[in-house]
Nanobody
Framework: QVQLVESGGGLVQTGGSLRLSCAASGLTFSNYVMGWFRQAPGKEREFVASISRSSGSTYYADSVKGRFTISRDNAKNTVYLQMNSLKPEDTAVYYC????????????????WGRGTQVTVSS
């Protein structure tokens, strides 16, 4: 059974930083592209970032480019999202997801999803 478990969310002030983690189990982690997504209240879920199987390539939404960094540790079956210079508009539930097809672009077509972790940025 595949499980993706996010952690690291919380409350932070504008300009602050958080590091999200997503621990994967039940799959061959290094075979999957990993992505981060977010969903704000009343809005649709949106793509944030993705990383290739070997960490050689990354892709970011324009709204987070230069502020967020996605990384992964295949030995630990974990993907990370370092979030800096946080803004109130970054407030959302953040989800990680796994995709078997090696496509990095802003697609929502992922095979497995976590349950999310709340990030709240106060102004």
């Amino acid at each position: 059974q595949v499980q993706l478990v996010e952690s690291g969310g919380g409350l932070v002030q504008t300009g602050g930083s958080l590091r999200l983690s997503c621990a994967a189990s039940g799959l061959t982690f290094s075979n999957y592209v990993m992505g981060w997504f977010r969903q704000a209240p009343g809005k649709e879920r949106e793509f944030v970032a993705s990383i290739s199987r070997s960490s050689g390539s990354t892709y970011y939404a324009d709204s987070v480019k230069g502020r967020f960094t996605i990384s992964r540790d295949n030995a630990k079956n974990t993907v990370y999202l370092q979030m800096n210079s946080l803004k109130p508009e970054d407030t959302a539930v953040y989800y990680c997801a796994a995709r078997i097809t090696p496509v990095l672009g802003p697609t929502m077509n992922y095979n497995y999803w976590g349950r999310g972790t709340q990030v709240t940025v106060s102004s």
